[in-house]
């Protein structure tokens, strides 16, 4: 099972042994501590629910035979993972509040010229003239951000293990602080 919880601390710049740079998040991840463990007997599912800083809980599905070698209170930690490692992270995106359709979605909007005075960043026309309605999930100005986002295929770059921190490869959603779920593939 490779899996532990971490908390984003800052993006940096990565230069590899030939001098090319790579963007890297820079992770403190760990130690995790297992707190519980779900059987199929008794729950009806396996899982291990690890706890990070005595105030996250995730649980985490298992085979059955990963759960055997597991026991309550074990401890978890970056040395899992080791350099080279493919990962994917999962965390919430920073909330940008109420925003427009043009940042929102990625409207063009309207042209400056042809009689358009104020409106370059409407969404034009939204509705259908046959059944005279606008119909669901209609794109529209609203609340943005602040969804979980799952980024795929991440390398590990480093692994420290005498400060618990990753350094991952790309970009990874939230702001600093945020909690992460980072999963071995």
Known sequence: MKFILGTK????????????????????AGPVVVSQLKTDK???????????????FKEVRVENKELESIKKGDKIDVSIFEKGDKVYVSGVSKGKGFQGVVKRHGFHGGSRSHG??????????????????????????GRMGGDKITVKN??????????????????????RGTLLEIHGS
């Open 9 to 28: 601390q800052q993006m940096t710049q990565y230069f590899n042994e030939e001098g090319k740079v790579s963007p890297a998040t820079l992770v403190y």
């Open 116 to 141: 358009q005075k104020h409106s370059e960043r409407e969404p034009g026309s939204i509705g259908a003239t046959g059944p005279q309605r606008v119909f669901k999930g209609m794109r529209m100005a």
């Open 154 to 175: 991440l390398s590990i770059i480093e692994v420290d293990k005498k400060n618990n921190q990753l350094l991952i490869k790309g970009a990874i959603p939230g702001r």
């Open 42 to 56: 008794i729950d009806g599912y396996n899982a291990v629910q690890v706890d990070y800083l005595n105030k996250y």
